[in-house]
């Protein structure tokens, strides 16, 4: 390889090194940056035009999925209770969008129809002959798939969701004591928190955004906080959001409550991480002896075996 061939590979290698962190650089600003921003009471220029650029494609979105409408339509459960109970599913995932249910709906009734629809058009790409029996019970498991996977994708982000507020509520919980002992009132700890964990849990910080918003349109601090035990769904937050409740109500020390139920978190936390930690070993046992031990068996006895071939062969051969 020549040395102009060698220089012309290092110059495309910086050229692309610099504009990959000219981009990272300008489109992923540091969390320094944001932090300073955020003390200064600056708003972040490039996120303002992202967050602008996110509602443009939204409503881009929408205007697209306008076909969906009849397909939603179609599976939307008639009972009120009922679409209750799905909106807040969606705002257990940390889904405030209203198009959510739409897309929801619409995606089930598609894929019921689509993956059979693909199934049987891969089928006949690799022109599989099969019996009618088989092509039924493919078409039927794909159509139960299809209606099923949104319920499976939606389940594992609320548990995500979840876990991620559960993770944080005892830290926003000191922060919210400390507010509270220097001498903040309960509104302005939530307002102050929710601001405070913007970086550390983004989660956490839009719910206590949503309850502020809720409290200086008018709400009442109890139906704010039981709105926001009804986004997050979790029985911590809502023993939490009672206890605020009783708190304001009877005049005692929300400081004392909240040092308890803190403290009350963050124990039941290390339990189910020790609980996590116990159910280690079994959990390794199917994998040790299914593709540890077999490996380390042939490792170990394999020249064993192969000696005592090699001795007993002449042996039965003569015999």
């Not at 996120?47 to 650029?53: G, K, M, N, T, V």
């Not at 959001?241 to 020390?253: E, F, N, P, Y």
């Not at 803190?262 to 339990?271: M, P």
Request: contains cysteine; neutral net charge; charged residues 15%.
């Amino acid at each position: 390889m020549s040395w102009m061939l060698l220089l012309i590979y290092a110059c495309v290698f910086g050229l692309v090194c610099g504009l990959s962190y000219w981009a990272l650089s300008h489109w992923m600003p540091s969390v320094m940056t944001q932090r300073l921003a955020s003390l200064k009471d600056m708003p972040d220029p490039s996120a303002s035009a992202r967050s602008e650029r996110w509602q443009q494609g939204l409503l881009k979105l929408q205007q697209a999925m306008a076909w969906l409408v009849p397909l939603s339509s179609a599976s939307e459960p008639e009972d009120p209770a009922q679409t209750f109970r799905l909106r807040l599913r969606f705002y257990n995932a940390g889904i405030q969008s209203r198009l959510a249910p739409l897309v929801y709906l619409a995606s089930k009734t598609a894929l019921t129809f689509a993956l059979p629809a693909l199934a049987m058009g891969v089928l006949w790409a690799i022109r599989v002959d099969l019996s009618q029996t088989l092509d039924m019970a493919l078409v039927l498991v794909s159509a139960v798939l299809g209606y099923y996977l949104p319920n499976f994708f939606l389940a594992q982000r609320v548990e995500r969701y979840q876990q991620a507020l559960f993770n944080a509520f005892p830290d926003a919980l000191d922060l919210m004591r400390v507010c509270v002992q220097a001498g903040l009132g309960l509104d302005a700890a939530i307002d102050r928190v929710g601001r405070e964990m913007h970086l550390s849990c983004p989660q956490l910080s839009t719910e206590f955004e949503l309850t502020g918003l809720e409290l200086r349109a008018g709400a009442s601090r109890a139906d704010a906080l039981r709105h926001l035990s009804a986004r997050i769904g979790l029985e911590d937050v809502d023993a939490l959001v009672v206890m605020l409740i009783q708190a304001d109500l009877l005049g005692t020390s929300v400081h004392e409550s909240l040092q308890v139920h803190s403290e009350s978190l963050r124990t039941k936390r290390r339990l189910l991480a020790e609980e996590t930690a116990a159910k280690l070993p079994v959990k390794l046992l199917i994998p040790l002896v299914f593709c540890v031990f077999p490996a380390l068996l042939t490792v170990l006895l394999g020249p064993a075996v192969i000696s005592v071939h090699e001795i007993l062969a002449p042996t039965a051969q003569t015999t």
